[in-house]
Every structure is written in C-alpha cells, then in structure tokens.
C-alpha cells in the first residue's frame, strides 16, 4: 500500500475550538491541530495571544487527504464557520487574534485562495477582509485546547456556539 500524499493548510476564523470542531467532521480530513500564527513571537502562549500584542491568530492546520476532499471544499467549510467580512472580531471575540486569515504552503494553494475569495465575494454586502499570507511557522496550542469540544460536551460555550457551527458544517457538507 502506497503512503498517501496528505497536505496542510492552515486558516483562522475566531476562535480556534469552533473552527476545529467544524472540520473535525468534514471527510478526508486527517487531523486539525489548533494554534498560533501569523505574528512574530516566536513560541507563543494562549495568554500572549489572547492580548492582541503578539501579531498571532488563533488558527487551525488542517492536514488533508486532496483525494478525498478539495481545497476548494475546505475553503468552502472555512466561511461557513465564520464570516469573512468581519475584521478582527467573528462574534464575541474581538481583536486581531480573531481576524480572518488563510495561512498557505504553496503557490497553489495562494492562487486556489485568491481565486476563492474573488469568486464569493459576490455574496456579501460588505468587502471580504480575509488576510492571505504565506505561513511562515505554525505554533500548536497547549494541549488542553485540543479537541476541546470533544472534551466539553454539554457545557454551555460547547452548545451555544461550537455546537450550531458543526451542524451548519454539516449541512454544507449534505447539500
């Protein structure tokens, strides 16, 4: 059996717990690891980010099979588990540790985004503020933000807010 060629890339859309969940259920994902990028201190803290003075989003690094699911289709998911045209803020979270920003590893994967993004823009009243940069390191989170909605089942963040985002996931992913 031949290994599988997987590939990475790495989005932020608010906080890191909604966006993992949703993706934890799109198929042909391999595994999605919250953390930080896109600022310069280098191996930060949640509580660094969490000021806004690190430059860091609050970000996913999604690894996918691209035999079995898109870029297309993950950047299809990426805005319905958080809005686009919201600067530095998705929801309660404020700040730019919530910006929009789609962190890429390769020229294709740059290009796919920017032609994405041109291409939805349509259907919005307001200009899309999503960030496209090349990533340049990724810092993973402490471990107790990892599958955090897993570990949280039933508390009220988990239902209120991490909850409807996985459902409309998976709608998307049915229609």
Same mark, same amino acid.
């Given at each position: 059996m031949?290994?599988?060629?997987?590939?990475?890339?790495?989005?932020?859309?608010?906080?890191?717990?909604?966006?993992?969940?949703?993706?934890?259920?799109?198929?042909?994902?391999?595994?999605?690891?919250?953390?930080?990028?896109?600022?310069?201190?280098?191996?930060?803290?949640?509580?660094?980010?969490?000021?806004?003075?690190?430059?860091?989003?609050?970000? &996913? @690094?999604?690894? /996918? *099979?691209?035999?079995?699911v898109?870029?297309? %289709?993950? $950047?299809?998911? =990426?805005v319905?588990?958080?809005?686009?045209?919201?600067?530095?803020?998705?929801?309660?979270?404020?700040?730019?540790?919530?910006?929009?920003?789609?962190?890429?590893?390769n020229?294709?994967?740059q290009?796919?985004?920017?032609?994405?993004?041109?291409? &939805? @823009?349509?259907? /919005? *009243?307001?200009?899309?503020?999503?960030?496209? %940069?090349? $990533?340049?390191? =990724?810092?993973?989170?402490?471990?107790?933000?990892?599958?955090?909605?897993?570990?949280?089942?039933?508390?009220?963040?988990?239902?209120?807010?991490?909850?409807?985002?996985?459902?409309?996931?998976?709608?998307?992913?049915?229609?």
């Amino acid at each position: 059996m031949a290994n599988k060629k997987l590939e990475n890339i790495v989005f932020g859309g608010g906080c890191f717990w909604c966006s993992e969940a949703g993706f934890l259920v799109v198929p042909g994902v391999e595994s999605v690891i919250p953390g930080y990028a896109g600022g310069w201190v280098d191996n930060p803290t949640y509580e660094q980010v969490s000021t806004g003075e690190t430059g860091h989003a609050e970000v &996913i @690094k999604i690894e /996918y *099979d691209p035999e079995k699911v898109s870029l297309e %289709k993950l $950047l299809e998911i =990426f805005v319905v588990v958080h809005n686009p045209t919201s600067l530095n803020r998705q929801g309660n979270d404020i700040g730019t540790q919530y910006r929009s920003i789609i962190l890429w590893e390769n020229l294709e994967q740059q290009e796919l985004s920017k032609q994405f993004l041109a291409k &939805i @823009k349509k259907n /919005y *009243d307001t200009d899309i503020v999503t960030e496209l %940069k090349k $990533l340049d390191k =990724f810092y993973p989170a402490e471990q107790y933000h990892h599958r955090y909605f897993e570990k949280h089942q039933g508390e009220g963040y988990s239902n209120e807010v991490i909850a409807p985002k996985v459902e409309k996931v998976k709608r998307h992913l049915q229609s």
